[in-house]
């Protein structure tokens, strides 16, 4: 049975490839929000945005930060990590760099999003703990091959992480 995740991505410019991910099938994923959704979301201000992401979260065991090259540091991405290892879920990072959009555009690789978020009190970063994986392939259908390989494997090592942690 596919786990279900929550999927955390930069939607402007990464919203197809984080579709052609998400349509891998190997993990049962929250419903993307359209753009009307969305705009409807964030005209309730923060904490009508807060409520959403945390009503996407709700049942989900690990969320998928799918990494882009502006996805990085980025105020909501922020806190989608935040708030789901705080709630105790699994985290994973998937670089989409080189996986093309609709145009047939790729990404340049971004920085680790978990470089950005500290793990307690420790000094450390979250990336200290957290893995974020760079397909390899050299053309958009062999990083989305193996993507549809290994990220079932990467969610359960995410989620076996976090119990560990």
Not at 119 to 134: A, E, F, H, P
Not at 147 to 154: E, G, H, P, R, V
Request: aromatic content about 10%; overall charge positive.
């Amino acid at each position: 049975m596919a786990r279900k995740c929550f999927y955390s991505f930069h939607y402007a410019p990464d919203n197809w490839r984080a579709s052609t991910v998400r349509n891998i099938g190997s993990i049962e994923g929250n419903k993307p929000a359209t753009d009307n959704d969305w705009e409807s979301v964030t005209r309730g201000g923060e904490a009508a945005i807060k409520k959403w992401i945390a009503d996407q979260m709700s049942g989900r065991s690990c969320t998928i930060v799918l990494v882009g090259s502006q996805t990085a540091n980025r105020k909501w991405i922020n806190h989608e990590i935040i708030k789901s290892w705080d709630d105790g879920k699994g985290g994973v990072g998937i670089y989409v760099r080189g996986l093309k959009d609709s145009n047939s555009n790729t990404t340049a690789k971004g920085n680790n999003p978990f470089d950005y978020i500290g793990y307690g009190n420790t000094g450390k970063m979250l990336s200290s703990i957290v893995k974020c994986y760079d397909p390899q392939g050299a053309d958009s259908k062999a990083r989305y091959d193996w993507i549809a390989s290994y990220l079932s494997d990467a969610v359960e090592e995410a989620v076996k992480i976090r119990n560990a942690n």
